[in-house]
């Protein structure tokens, strides 16, 4: 592959190594989505994976990672979305001036998401077999929402004890652990969790993390939010 | 080279996220994908589908990947998958399995191959019963010099319950698969990468067809614990087909698959020879259907994988300039283990230099047409 001359000339490194190291980070953000089930990939990661192979120049790091992104665009169809970590409500206005939920993130981080149309990837690419989780994930999102962006964690479960979702149970059979299956989504950031000292002690709150706050996630959850609300709400319209 | 399109990353994303397809669900993919006239012939449509497996393959070069096809030794059909190349650090994070969870999976493995009946699957009750110290590389060595051996706590204290939750997860994640018996048995993705491992390994391959062709392994064959990391490589014996023929004569290489051995003299009138040595081979007892079936197969796989032979000439030479080719820095007492007992099974490893003749295949596994098959779910 060749690159723009203006931007190969600014580092002295072969096409041929720049090569190789792209396909390196394109490896480990392949291989690190499988392993960690599509948890972010914090840059901080691909950068270190270039720099502890010696090469210091400054930017070349963000140009591989540039670089990276257009090849999994262009190879697999992917795009490598860039999210800011946000840190809970909770702890953003802890002894500081009020500050919206969403605060400003301190580290970048990276999921892959398919650029198929929605159409196509349902009929060709989605994975029948793991339908639970995406439906777990937007109901949970969904839940949320409803509830401001923030809600304790015995509110939560109780909203899902009534969709057959029950708190300890450890042999469900889509799920097997129900909280693990919670975590995941924790891990994955779609949900940020914190506790917080309360008159009773500490209570848990879960609230909605960057990948739930992304813009085409966020809006397309409030659309099929509002969608079911407003279904619920006007049954008789709909004759 | 153009830019893959929209129909080339839809059959990318379907194998990563479904896994190895078999070949009617993938051809089926593709066709609804691309068949614009109802009426166009099977042959354009065949011509169509290996220009776009070509040019995928072309853009995977770059990043050490390979979609390719594979037979599925027990149900006979034809799966495809994308598949890895290199075990290097970055494919060794593409497992949620854990250290011990991979010796079971390779204990089991290496217990199918040495079935003394040669079946190819052992029952669900001798998998659970392996034992993962034996994976330990001389934990088991008779002849070690009184040495302790540390076998990790994991292993130790890896308990029933747990290997019947890792069976159950390898079964269903297709390394393993059970079989109609209810036996377990060597899964599709397993029966991908053979061909990889082959390379590496420098198994002899088949005279005829290039694919490597091994011979019932006596004794411990341990399998690089790494190459279930990259979720591609297993190895397989061809106990499993017991396909495979080396030649009677002990001091020669040659090694043919049975059904090529079958393929090569067919109509041929005469005694059948070593093209080596000259000396008589035993006639295969593989049925004439099945000869056929895989002969057709040939022609569609060699049609794919026109571009494995560059890649696999290039790979040589650079095998050959990196003497150490083991040299993973990790599990590295298995990984050598691995390689000393395969080239002591094997016979001289000094020929994989033929170029495939019939099938043209990558290193192949045993008797049938290893493919690749690759890590899934993004």
Same mark, same amino acid.
């Given at each position: 592959?060749?690159?723009?001359?203006?931007?190969?000339?600014?580092?002295?490194?072969?096409?041929?190594?720049?090569?190789?190291?792209?396909?390196?980070?394109?490896?480990?953000?392949?291989?690190?989505?499988?392993?960690?089930?599509?948890?972010?990939?914090r840059?901080?990661?691909?950068?270190?994976?270039?720099?502890?192979?010696?090469?210091?120049?400054?930017?070349?790091?963000?140009?591989?990672?540039?670089?990276?992104?257009?090849?999994?665009?262009?190879?697999?169809?992917?795009?490598?979305?860039?999210?800011?970590r946000?840190?809970?409500?909770?702890?953003?206005?802890?002894?500081r001036?009020?500050? /919206?939920?969403?605060?400003?993130?301190?580290?970048?981080?990276?999921?892959?998401?398919?650029?198929?149309?929605?159409?196509?990837?349902?009929?060709?690419?989605e994975?029948?077999? /793991?339908?639970?989780? /995406?439906?777990?994930?937007?109901?949970?999102?969904?839940?949320?929402?409803?509830?401001?962006?923030k809600?304790?964690?015995?509110?939560?479960?109780?909203?899902?004890?009534?969709?057959g979702?029950?708190?300890?149970?450890?042999?469900?059979?889509?799920?097997?652990?129900?909280?693990q299956?919670?975590?995941?989504?924790?891990?994955?950031?779609?949900?940020?969790?914190?506790?917080?000292?309360?008159?009773?002690?500490?209570?848990?709150?879960?609230?909605?993390?960057?990948?739930?706050?992304?813009?085409?996630?966020?809006?397309?959850?409030?659309?099929?939010?509002?969608?079911?609300?407003?279904?619920?709400?006007?049954?008789?319209?709909?004759? | 080279?153009?830019?893959?399109?929209?129909?080339?990353?839809? %059959?990318?994303?379907s194998?990563?996220?479904?896994?190895?397809?078999?070949?009617?669900d993938?051809?089926?993919?593709?066709?609804?994908?691309?068949?614009?006239?109802?009426?166009?012939?099977?042959?354009?449509?065949?011509?169509?589908?290996?220009?776009?497996?070509?040019?995928?393959?072309?853009?995977?070069s770059?990043?050490?990947?390979?979609?390719?096809?594979?037979?599925?030794?027990?149900?006979?059909?034809?799966?495809?998958?994308?598949?890895?190349?290199?075990?290097?650090?970055?494919?060794?994070?593409?497992?949620?399995?854990?250290?011990p969870?991979?010796?079971?999976?390779?204990?089991?493995?290496?217990?199918?191959?040495?079935?003394?009946?040669?079946?190819?699957?052992?029952?669900?009750?001798?998998?659970?019963?392996?034992?993962?110290? +034996?994976?330990?590389?001389?934990?088991?060595?008779?002849q070690?010099?009184?040495?302790?051996?540390?076998?990790?706590?994991?292993?130790?204290?890896?308990?029933?319950?747990?290997?019947?939750?890792?069976?159950?997860?390898?079964?269903n994640?297709?390394?393993?698969?059970?079989?109609?018996?209810?036996?377990?048995?060597?899964?599709?993705?397993?029966?991908?990468?053979?061909?990889?491992?082959?390379?590496?390994?420098?198994?002899?391959?088949?005279?005829?067809c290039?694919?490597?062709?091994?011979?019932?392994?006596?004794?411990?064959?341990?399998?690089?614990?790494?190459?279930?990391? +990259?979720?591609?490589?297993?190895?397989?014996g +061809?106990?499993?087909?017991?396909?495979?023929?080396?030649?009677?004569?002990?001091?020669?290489?040659?090694?043919?698959?049975?059904?090529?051995?079958?393929k090569?003299?067919?109509?041929?009138?005469?005694?059948?020879?070593?093209?080596?040595?000259?000396?008589?081979?035993?006639?295969?007892?593989?049925?004439?259907?099945?000869?056929?079936?895989?002969?057709?197969?040939?022609?569609?796989?060699?049609?794919?994988?026109?571009?494995?032979?560059?890649?696999?000439?290039?790979?040589?030479?650079?095998?050959?300039?990196?003497?150490?080719?083991?040299?993973?820095?990790?599990?590295?007492?298995?990984?050598?283990?691995?390689?000393?007992?395969?080239?002591?099974?094997?016979?001289?490893?000094?020929?994989?230099?033929?170029?495939?003749?019939?099938?043209?295949?990558?290193?192949?596994? %045993?008797?049938?047409?290893?493919?690749r098959?690759?890590?899934?779910?993004?």
């Amino acid at each position: 592959m060749s690159y723009p001359p203006e931007i190969a000339s600014q580092f002295d490194i072969p096409d041929l190594e720049k090569d190789k190291l792209v396909g390196e980070v394109i490896r480990y953000i392949l291989f690190k989505t499988e392993q960690n089930s599509g948890c972010p990939i914090r840059r901080e990661e691909l950068t270190q994976l270039i720099t502890a192979k010696g090469y210091k120049q400054r930017n070349f790091p963000s140009f591989v990672i540039d670089e990276a992104k257009s090849k999994l665009s262009s190879i697999f169809g992917y795009e490598m979305r860039e999210l800011q970590r946000s840190r809970p409500s909770a702890a953003a206005n802890t002894g500081r001036a009020s500050q /919206s939920q969403q605060s400003v993130g301190d580290a970048k981080s990276y999921i892959i998401i398919s650029k198929l149309p929605s159409d196509v990837y349902g009929k060709f690419v989605e994975d029948k077999s /793991s339908v639970h989780l /995406s439906g777990l994930t937007f109901v949970v999102i969904g839940i949320i929402h409803l509830a401001g962006g923030k809600i304790t964690e015995e509110n939560l479960w109780h909203h899902l004890k009534r969709l057959g979702l029950h708190e300890n149970e450890e042999n469900h059979p889509k799920f097997s652990n129900t909280k693990q299956a919670l975590e995941a989504l924790v891990q994955q950031r779609y949900l940020q969790k914190e506790k917080v000292n309360g008159p009773e002690g500490n209570i848990v709150h879960y609230e909605l993390a960057e990948r739930a706050l992304d813009a085409p996630i966020y809006d397309k959850i409030k659309e099929y939010v509002a969608q079911m609300v407003q279904k619920d709400a006007t049954p008789l319209e709909y004759d | 080279m153009a830019a893959l399109s929209w129909r080339h990353h839809t %059959l990318i994303q379907s194998l990563l996220s479904r896994g190895p397809l078999k070949e009617d669900d993938f051809a089926s993919i593709f066709s609804q994908l691309t068949v614009k006239n109802s009426g166009s012939r099977k042959q354009q449509e065949r011509k169509l589908f290996n220009e776009y497996l070509k040019k995928i393959n072309a853009e995977f070069s770059c990043v050490q990947l390979e979609l390719r096809a594979c037979r599925n030794q027990y149900d006979g059909h034809v799966y495809y998958g994308v598949v890895n190349n290199v075990e290097d650090d970055q494919s060794k994070l593409g497992t949620k399995y854990t250290v011990p969870q991979i010796a079971f999976y390779k204990g089991i493995v290496e217990a199918i191959i040495h079935d003394a009946e040669g079946e190819g699957c052992i029952y669900n009750t001798a998998a659970l019963n392996i034992r993962l110290e +034996s994976q330990v590389h001389g934990a088991t060595d008779s002849q070690s010099q009184g040495g302790a051996v540390q076998i990790p706590p994991a292993f130790k204290n890896f308990s029933m319950s747990q290997k019947e939750k890792t069976l159950d997860q390898l079964v269903n994640d297709q390394w393993l698969c059970s079989t109609p018996e209810g036996k377990i048995g060597i899964g599709v993705r397993s029966f991908l990468d053979l061909r990889s491992w082959f390379r590496t390994n420098e198994v002899p391959s088949c005279e005829v067809c290039n694919e490597a062709a091994i011979k019932p392994v006596i004794g411990m064959l341990t399998l690089p614990l790494y190459r279930v990391y +990259s979720k591609g490589y297993l190895f397989f014996g +061809s106990r499993l087909s017991g396909l495979a023929q080396l030649c009677p004569n002990e001091a020669c290489n040659v090694r043919l698959h049975s059904y090529c051995l079958e393929k090569k003299f067919s109509g041929q009138r005469g005694e059948k020879v070593c093209s080596g040595c000259g000396t008589q081979l035993q006639g295969s007892t593989v049925k004439a259907e099945l000869v056929e079936e895989i002969t057709n197969a040939d022609v569609h796989l060699q049609n794919s994988q026109q571009a494995e032979s560059s890649r696999k000439r290039s790979r040589r030479s650079n095998r050959e300039a990196n003497a150490d080719i083991d040299d993973t820095g990790d599990d590295s007492s298995l990984t050598s283990a691995t390689m000393s007992k395969t080239k002591r099974v094997t016979r001289s490893s000094g020929r994989l230099t033929s170029s495939c003749k019939c099938c043209f295949s990558a290193n192949g596994s %045993l008797a049938d047409f290893v493919v690749r098959c690759w890590m899934t779910s993004i």
